[in-house]
Nanobody, 115 residues
Framework: QVQLAESGGGLVQPGGSLRLSCAAS????????IDWYHQAPGKQRELVAR???????NVVDTVKGRFTISRDIAKNTVYLQMNNLKSEDTAVYYC?????????WGQGTQVIVSS
């Protein structure tokens, strides 16, 4: 089993930045694919960014150039750096780990982009 804990959400003005963190309870990042998802009110949960066990990264087109996913293996932490935030980025952000056939989710962290 592994527990994931997100942090770093909050209220930010349009154009601002936040860095979300996803801390794992044990060392999994070299073997697991880690995703950031977001879920806006009334909408389905959607993939935002991904980092594989080998370190390859990808972000969806809607956040390309604004969001960056990275990791610190020594700290068992994956980050989502979000710049130039827009109102449509308002959502709960979840960390997800795929380990073999098992899916693990964090509890989510709320991001509100508003003036």
């Amino acid at each position: 089993q592994v527990q994931l804990a997100e942090s770093g959400g909050g209220l930010v003005q349009p154009g601002g930045s936040l860095r979300l963190s996803c801390a794992a309870s044990r060392d999994i990042f070299k073997v697991a694919t880690i995703d950031w998802y977001h879920q806006a009110p009334g909408k389905q949960r959607e993939l935002v960014a991904r980092i594989t066990g080998g370190g390859a990264t990808n972000v969806v087109d809607t956040v390309k150039g604004r969001f960056t996913i990275s990791r610190d293996i020594a700290k068992n932490t994956v980050y989502l750096q979000m710049n130039n935030l827009k109102s449509e980025d308002t959502a709960v952000y979840y960390c997800h780990a795929k380990l073999g056939r098992d899916d693990h989710w964090g509890q989510g962290t709320q991001v509100i982009v508003s003036s």
